[in-house]
């Protein structure tokens, strides 16, 4: 059974750093391609980044240089690194699977908070 | 970037009802498009993908149709558990990008 589980959220100032990560288990997140994707409280849903399963990455503008989409293959793990967060960063980070293509999403996690406030 | 607009933004219809939500991409995008359904606390959960084919366990009264730039999510004979936000996605280019969500209720 697939199963997406994300976890490292919390409460962070502006300005400072988080690292989320996301369990996969039932498929090889080496082999597939592996997105984020974040909602804003009562807000709509917004791709962050993805990672390819030859390795590369896209971010969306409003991330680039600032989050980092990683990957253990040991692990079977996804990361997000997110440094110099802001308050407009506060959202519900999804992980979620390609299916066929990369931005067709099959499989989503059951989130995790990420609150940036002072 | 490819804009998605969908509507309507929200809609009030009968249990039994057919409801039917539009999604218009700003620029061709073949079928490569997604619809969702959002509940609170809950992951999003795809419905129909490739702009027409069911995903599989998903009630077959959800129906999806188009290609290029107009695309429709229809469900037939409304129930009470289809109370949710919908939203449609196109992964033909990045950055993916989702309609702004249709709130669905009930009357």
């Known amino acids: 059974e697939v199963q997406l589980v994300e976890s490292g959220g919390g409460l962070v100032q502006p300005g400072g750093s988080l690292r989320l990560s996301c369990a996969a288990s039932?498929?090889?997140?080496?082999?597939?391609?592996m997105s984020w994707v974040r909602q804003a409280p009562g807000k709509g849903l917004e791709w962050v980044s993805v990672?390819?399963?030859?390795?590369?990455?896209y971010y969306a503008d409003s991330v680039k240089g600032r989050f980092t989409i990683s990957r253990d293959n040991s692990k079977n793990t996804l990361y997000l690194q997110m440094n110099s967060l802001r308050a407009e960063d506060t959202a519900v980070y999804y992980c979620a699977r390609g299916k066929k293509y990369a931005g067709q999403f099959d499989y989503w996690g059951q989130g995790t908070l990420v609150t940036v406030s002072s | 970037d490819i804009q998605m607009t969908q509507s309507p933004s929200s809609l009030s219809a009968s249990v039994g009802d057919r409801v039917t939500i539009t999604c218009q991409a700003s620029q061709d995008i073949r079928n490569y498009l997604n619809w969702y359904q959002d509940k609170p606390g809950k992951a999003p959960k795809v419905l129909i993908y490739d702009a027409s084919d069911l995903e599989t366990g998903v009630p077959s009264r959800f129906s999806g149709n188009g290609s290029g730039t107009d695309f429709t999510l229809t469900i037939n004979s409304l129930q009470p558990e289809d109370v949710a936000t919908y939203y449609c996605q196109q992964y033909d280019n990045v950055p993916y990008t989702f309609g702004q969500g249709t709130k669905l209720e009930i009357k």
């Open positions: 039932g498929f090889s997140v080496s082999s597939n391609y």
């Open positions: 990672i390819y399963s030859g390795g590369g990455t």
